[in-house]
T-cell receptor, first 113, second 115 residues
Framework: DTGVSQNPRHKITKRGQNVTFRCDPISEHNRLYWYRQTLGQGPEFLTYFQNEAQLEKSRLLSDRFSAERPKGSFSTLEIQRTEQGDSAMYLC???????????FGPGTRLTVL | AQSVTQLGSHVSVSEGALVLLRCNYSSSVPPYLFWYVQYPNQGLQLLLKYTTGATLVKGINGFEAEFKKSETSFHLTKPSAHMSDAAEYFCAVSGDNNAGNMLTFGGGTRLMVKP
């Protein structure tokens, strides 16, 4: 059981640059979620995939954000033209259809200078 | 829509004392309720969950929580705090069948344990 992995763990970028994060879910899990957590707050839902289909997106996910899950395996979250307000921890989670339990990865901490 | 309120952003207890972290939720459908723990610079680890059945649920590390529908609460307790329990705790709700049971989290409670 390798768990959910996320890369990179930390990313520092300058305002206006594009960044991409990767999430590898637990292999048998067909559901994948992205959340964002700012300092001192609880995680907030961003988007959800069932296999390769993106079925739900939060209003928090502006048009600068895009997520993909090709072939229903790993997922990427891209932020274009980053802003300082994008600085946060980006968490990925996965679950199966059978059990209503999400397993979280260690997160990617983004700092936008 | 669902929401979670965690009363007390910081809770401090002495080692060996009772831990009580409060969580109240609102949900228009029968909720699934969760408690997660987060250590610094790490992801979230599930402590326990309530879906259906017995309202008192036991989790890892000696924690337990009781679902009280009449009070819309799901408070987390542990009889005796240990130094290693110091962390951030999040209560979460799901179950509206939208977004594949996405989680709605409370703001978190930071537990500090004094020696």
């Amino acid at each position: 059981d390798t768990g959910v992995s996320q890369n990179p763990r930390h990313k520092i970028t300058k305002r206006g640059q594009n960044v991409t994060f990767r999430c590898d879910p637990i292999s048998e899990h067909n559901r994948l979620y992205w959340y964002r957590q700012t300092l001192g707050q609880g995680p907030e839902f961003l988007t959800y995939f069932q296999n390769e289909a993106q079925l739900e997106k939060s209003r928090l996910l502006s048009d600068r954000f895009s997520a993909e899950r090709p072939k229903g395996s790993f997922s990427t979250l891209e932020i274009q033209r980053t802003e300082q307000g994008d600085s946060a921890m980006y968490l990925c989670a996965s679950s199966s259809d059978l059990y209503n339990e999400q397993f979280f990865g260690p997160g990617t901490r983004l700092t936008v200078l | 829509a669902q929401s979670v309120t965690q009363l007390g952003s910081h809770v401090s207890v002495s080692e060996g004392a009772l831990v009580l972290l409060r969580c109240n939720y609102s949900s228009s459908v029968p909720p699934y309720l969760f408690w997660y723990v987060q250590y610094p610079n790490q992801g979230l680890q599930l402590l326990l969950k309530y879906t259906t059945g017995a309202t008192l649920v036991k989790g890892i590390n000696g924690f337990e929580a009781e679902f009280k529908k009449s009070e819309t609460s799901f408070h987390l307790t542990k009889p005796s705090a240990h130094m290693s329990d110091a962390a951030e705790y999040f209560c979460a709700v799901s179950g509206d069948n939208n977004a594949g049971n996405m989680l709605t989290f409370g703001g978190g409670t930071r537990l500090m344990v004094k020696p």
